[in-house]
């Protein structure tokens, strides 16, 4: 028995960075291309539960498309959202960024709550949204299309979406008391084999 827990124990500790630093990343590639989802639609990618809204009581028909066009500037498959909203059920988490490519009209974003409408995705470059910090980076080499938005602190909600939006890469960063676990896992499993060779002795 303590053979296995020694064993056991060496293995959390060999892959604690990389679980501790694990990222469940929404890239939509399992999704079958041209695929449509429609307002009040819910489906799932990459383990992460996505849901669809309205993007406006003035826009119910709304529609997100699996496409591969690139034009969130990702690889393989993204997101296409036409007058609705993402909302992706990542539960607490401590971070996010994402990729995406505003082709016209408004976009919205939701943070804890708080829901953000802008038609430039830059004028959310270091504002606080749900008491969440947000970082803006786009390209003028593209128009300043394409982009990168960075959301840093505690999440327990997220949504966006836009008239003409495309995302990929939506990357969430693991809370804090995910490391926290293992190591009380690995803690436990030690004192569980010092009481047992106590007994032995």
């Given at each position: 028995?303590?053979?296995?827990?020694?064993?056991?124990?060496?293995?959390?500790?060999?892959?604690?960075?990389?679980?501790?630093?694990a990222?469940?990343?929404?890239?939509?590639?399992?999704?079958?291309?041209?695929?449509?989802?429609?307002?009040?639609?819910?489906?799932?990618?990459?383990?992460?539960?996505?849901?669809?809204?309205?993007?406006?009581?003035?826009?119910?028909?709304?529609?997100c498309?699996?496409?591969?066009?690139?034009y969130?500037?990702?690889?393989?498959?993204?997101?296409?959202?036409?007058?609705?909203?993402?909302?992706?059920?990542?539960?607490?988490?401590?971070?996010?960024?994402?990729?995406?490519?505003?082709?016209?009209?408004?976009?919205?974003?939701?943070v804890?709550?708080?829901?953000?409408?802008i038609?430039?995705?830059?004028?959310?470059d270091?504002?606080?949204?749900?008491?969440?910090?947000?970082?803006?980076?786009?390209?003028?080499?593209?128009?300043?299309?394409?982009?990168?938005?960075?959301?840093s602190?505690?999440?327990?909600?997220?949504?966006?979406?836009?008239?003409?939006?495309?995302?990929?890469?939506?990357?969430?960063v693991?809370?804090?008391?995910?490391?926290?676990?293992?190591?009380?896992?690995?803690?436990?499993?030690?004192?569980?084999?010092?009481?047992?060779?106590?007994?032995?002795?």
């Amino acid at each position: 028995m303590r053979v296995h827990l020694v064993v056991v124990v060496t293995i959390l500790l060999l892959t604690y960075p990389a679980l501790a630093n694990a990222q469940a990343a929404v890239d939509f590639d399992d999704l079958v291309t041209d695929t449509n989802y429609y307002v009040g639609d819910t489906f799932v990618s990459n383990g992460i539960e996505i849901s669809l809204d309205a993007l406006s009581s003035t826009y119910l028909s709304g529609h997100c498309t699996i496409i591969s066009d690139g034009y969130a500037c990702g690889s393989g498959n993204e997101a296409w959202t036409g007058n609705v909203m993402l909302h992706f059920g990542f539960g607490s988490i401590s971070g996010l960024s994402l990729l995406f490519g505003n082709y016209g009209g408004y976009t919205k974003v939701e943070v804890n709550g708080d829901t953000q409408k802008i038609y430039n995705m830059l004028d959310l470059d270091g504002v606080q949204i749900g008491g969440v910090n947000a970082s803006v980076t786009q390209s003028a080499l593209t128009g300043n299309v394409h982009g990168c938005l960075t959301l840093s602190g505690p999440i327990s909600s997220f949504g966006i979406g836009g008239q003409e939006f495309a995302i990929d890469n939506v990357t969430e960063v693991p809370e804090p008391s995910t490391a926290l676990s293992l190591v009380t896992i690995c803690s436990a499993l030690l004192g569980i084999s010092k009481m047992r060779r106590r007994h032995v002795l």
